[in-house]
């Protein structure tokens, strides 16, 4: 399945020609996931707000997804599950962080 059709809960957008971003934030969620493709990698952060940028932002926040290298194609693991791996984790990251501002507003 297409990585686009799996990704379809936020917006898409294309700032270069060799790069599409991904922005999913649930209305009411300050934290949601950002998805940025380029050429043969992508980059899965959990952001807080829109226009969140991070400078050397720990695993568990940002994780850089490469191809799957021989022996995981051995394996039959394709990019587009890494990806959808990643995507997941950062979603709980996300959620967790909502949780923790609902109970506790600043």
């Known amino acids: ?7 379809d809960r936020g917006t898409w957008t ?3 020609d060799k790069m599409a971003v991904y922005t999913e934030i649930s209305p009411g ?7 940025t493709l380029y050429q043969d990698t992508a980059q899965v952060e ?10 050397k932002a720990p695993p568990d926040v940002s994780a850089q997804v490469v191809p799957p290298t021989f ?3 051995l ?32």
Do not use: H
Not at 1 to 7: E, F, P, S, T, W
Not at 46 to 55: E, L, S, V
Not at 75 to 102: D, Y
């Open 29 to 35: 969620d300050v934290w949601g996931i950002r998805v």
């Open 46 to 55: 959990a952001i807080d707000g829109p226009q969140c940028t991070w400078y």
């Open 75 to 106: 394996r039959g693991i394709s990019f587009q599950e890494k990806l959808m791996a990643e995507v997941a984790k950062k979603r709980a990251v996300a959620e967790a962080e909502n949780r923790k501002l609902r109970e506790n507003p600043v």
């Open 14 to 16: 294309r700032p270069t």
């Open 1 to 7: 399945m297409d990585i686009y059709k799996l990704l």
């Open 71 to 73: 022996w995981e194609r």
